[in-house]
């Protein structure tokens, strides 16, 4: 369990700290502060951090295995290209295929198209299936140029703080963290199975698997099919799940690029808070519609209401200024439903008016936290 810090009164708007656009509360950042100082800080990694150098998300991998998968159909194989990947991500998007199922029906396909080559491959085709991942994830990948990323910055606090920063929990396959401090010169220990090595490399866990861009690839230390993840969440002492729940029992962690939604970490979090003060910090972009989406927003809440005013015999209608505010207010409603939820699972939200402020945020916490009164 992390060491208990004291509860503070919230801030007042003018009290807040200016991070870039966004304004933070001094006692977020304190909390920060004092698990770097003390070195019980950890950093949970999404495919947030991964996805501006050029990196699927995961939906998106599946999509473009799924994609060259087509290609090879009887019905759709002689369609154009960019047709091709039209048809499959609307038909993944209007049926609702969860990516895990098309990620299960993915990899049988390219084993199964291997046999058939009569290519000799170990076990039906993995070794065909696994480079044609790591293909896929790194398709596109560069470093991105003219502003600095959230990796970068995340690379750049584990240089400043030495040994303050305990480790990282990467649930990305690709090991930009890992090419990131190469660039510092700060060796690194990438952990994707149960085996251990005494080392003073900075750890980086990765539960769900690794994809090195060269190198080898253990496809039983994958999590990328609804296969691997039901074995996951099935193995009482599988050793991701054992890493994530030491690190949340023991640390206090921040999430960054993570939307959160990943049912088996919200089923940890709970188990694990061990404390009525909430031990470990988010940081999350605002619900926020984009102003040239706010005019089709607003055209599909009037026709809702009107379809509910049906049902319901009321026929008032509000004009579109009028929808606008009401639009705003969801928007804020949304914020704080989602802090609410988040606190009751031990994970405070630190709000973020654009994602350009993280990598502000994080250089302000390599500092010692103010001196309680």
């Given at each position: 369990m992390p060491p208990t810090r004291s509860s503070k009164k919230p801030s007042s708007s003018t009290d807040k700290i200016k991070v870039g656009q966004s304004f933070v509360n001094p006692s977020d950042l304190d909390g920060l502060r004092w698990a770097w100082k003390h070195k019980h800080l950890v950093i949970f990694l999404g495919a947030g951090v991964s996805i501006p150098y050029g990196i699927p998300s995961?939906?998106?991998?599946?999509?473009?295995?799924?994609f060259e998968q087509v290609e090879h159909t009887r019905r759709l194989g002689n369609i154009w290209p960019h047709y091709r990947r039209a048809l499959a991500s609307w038909m993944t998007d209007y049926f609702d295929y969860s990516p895990l199922v098309l990620a299960r029906m993915v990899e049988r396909d390219a084993r199964k198209r291997a046999k058939k080559k009569g290519i000799q491959q170990p076990i039906d085709g993995e070794q065909i299936f696994l480079e044609k991942l790591r293909t896929q994830l790194y398709a596109h990948c560069k470093v991105p140029t003219g502003k600095r990323t959230t990796l970068q910055a995340v690379a750049d606090l584990i240089k400043r703080s030495k040994d303050n920063v305990r480790g990282v929990v990467s649930f990305n396959f690709d090991g930009l963290l890992?090419?990131?401090?190469?660039?510092?010169?700060?060796?690194?220990?990438?952990?994707?199975?149960?085996?251990?090595?005494?080392?003073?490399?900075?750890?980086?866990?990765?539960?769900?698997?690794?994809?090195?861009?060269?190198?080898?690839?253990?496809?039983?230390?994958?999590?990328?099919?609804?296969?691997?993840?039901h074995r996951l969440i099935e193995t009482v002492f599988h050793?991701?799940?054992?890493?994530?729940?030491?690190?949340?029992?023991?640390?206090?962690?921040?999430?960054?690029?993570?939307?959160?939604?990943d049912p088996s970490l919200r089923r940890l979090l709970d188990a694990t808070r061990n404390s009525d003060i909430p031990p470990h910090w988010q940081l999350q972009l605002r619900h926020q519609v984009r102003d040239h989406e706010k005019g089709e927003a607003i055209t599909d809440v009037a026709n809702r209401a009107r379809h509910w005013g049906e049902i319901l015999g009321d026929d008032e209608q509000k004009d579109p200024p009028q929808l606008a505010e009401a639009l705003n207010a969801v928007l804020h409603q949304a914020d704080t439903y989602d802090r609410a939820i988040f606190e009751a699972m031990g994970v405070k939200t630190i709000w973020l008016e654009s994602f350009d402020d993280i990598p502000l945020l994080l250089d302000k916490i390599p500092k010692a936290p103010k001196k309680k009164s």
């Open positions: 995961w939906k998106d991998l599946v999509l473009e295995l799924l890992e090419e990131e401090l190469a660039r510092h010169k700060i060796p690194t220990m990438s952990i994707f199975d149960e085996n251990r090595q005494h080392s003073n490399s900075f750890r980086i866990i990765h539960p769900h698997g690794f994809v090195p861009r060269q190198g080898d690839i253990k496809r039983g230390h994958l999590v990328f099919t609804e296969n691997d993840y050793w991701g799940l054992s890493e994530i729940v030491s690190e949340l029992r023991h640390n206090t962690v921040l999430f960054v690029g993570l939307s959160m939604s």
